[in-house]
T-cell receptor
Framework: DAGVIQSPRHEVTEMGQEVTLRCKPISGHNSLFWYRQTMMRGLELLIYFNNNVPIDDSGMPEDRFSAKMPNASFSTLKIQPSEPRDSAVYFC????????????FGSGTRLTVV | QKEVEQDPGPLSVPEGAIVSLNCTYSNSAFQYFMWYRQYSRKGPELLMYTYSSGNKEDGRFTAQVDKSSKYISLFIRDSQPSDSATYLCAPRWTNAGGTSYGKLTFGQGTILTVHP
């Protein structure tokens, strides 16, 4: 199994630009989570999908952030427009079921907004 | 006050030492307690989890929960350089009465270095 695949691994962009992060969950997993990790705030849940439907987006910081899951094998997290304070490592994770017993994380996308 | 508090360290120990990593939490609704390990430039990986109070052992690792004091511990025996990583505690609510999914609340993580 290839695990959870995220792309790109690194992204450097200028303030104001649109950024799209991509995630391919483990085949057969029906729950997907987007997390953000910073030194100051640690790991924060942004949004949770179950069977491609957003269930909890209360962690999405503001309207500049949006996430989609058009099918079971692909999800995107978009930031438009990006700001320097969005600089962080963004992780995607997936699980079978509702993730009650943990989930598998990808290797993350390191985003730098200058 | 954060729901989960964890000393970020860093913690540096010699190979073979017993390591104690700890978290405190404030939400008494937490029933499941997970530990994740995160190597540099990688995503967190689930190490082990326990339910309610008590101990759970897995090889060199022992997880301990004291719900009365809201205190979580992870012990590593005979520590190895390959154990060098960041360790994150992550409690969650019980299935019933809490969220409808396994929403985890992560601690800040403790950076551990085991030197040869």
């Amino acid at each position: 199994d290839a695990g959870v695949i995220q792309s790109p691994r690194h992204e450097v962009t200028e303030m104001g630009q649109e950024v799209t992060l991509r995630c391919k969950p483990i085949s057969g997993h029906n729950s997907l989570f987007w997390y953000r990790q910073t030194m100051m705030r640690g790991l924060e849940l942004l949004i949770y999908f179950n069977n491609n439907v957003p269930i909890d987006d209360s962690g999405m910081p503001e309207d500049r952030f949006s996430a989609k899951m058009p099918n079971a094998s692909f999800s995107t997290l978009k930031i438009q427009p990006s700001e320097p304070r969005d600089s962080a490592v963004y992780f995607c994770a997936s699980s079978l079921g509702a993730g009650f017993y943990g989930y598998t994380f990808g290797s993350g996308t390191r985003l730098t907004v200058v | 006050q954060k729901e989960v508090e964890q000393d970020p360290g860093p913690l540096s120990v010699p190979e073979g030492a017993i390591v104690s990593l700890n978290c405190t939490y404030s939400n008494s609704a937490f029933q499941y307690f997970m530990w994740y390990r995160q190597y540099s430039r990688k995503g967190p990986e689930l190490l082990m989890y326990t339910y309610s109070s008590g101990n759970k052992e897995d090889g060199r690792f022992t997880a301990q929960v004291d719900k009365s004091s809201k205190y979580i511990s992870l012990f590593i025996r005979d520590s190895q350089p390959s154990d060098s990583a960041t360790y994150l505690c992550a409690p969650r609510w019980t299935n019933a009465g809490g969220t409808s999914y396994g929403k985890l609340t992560f601690g800040q993580g403790t950076i551990l270095t085991v030197h040869p």
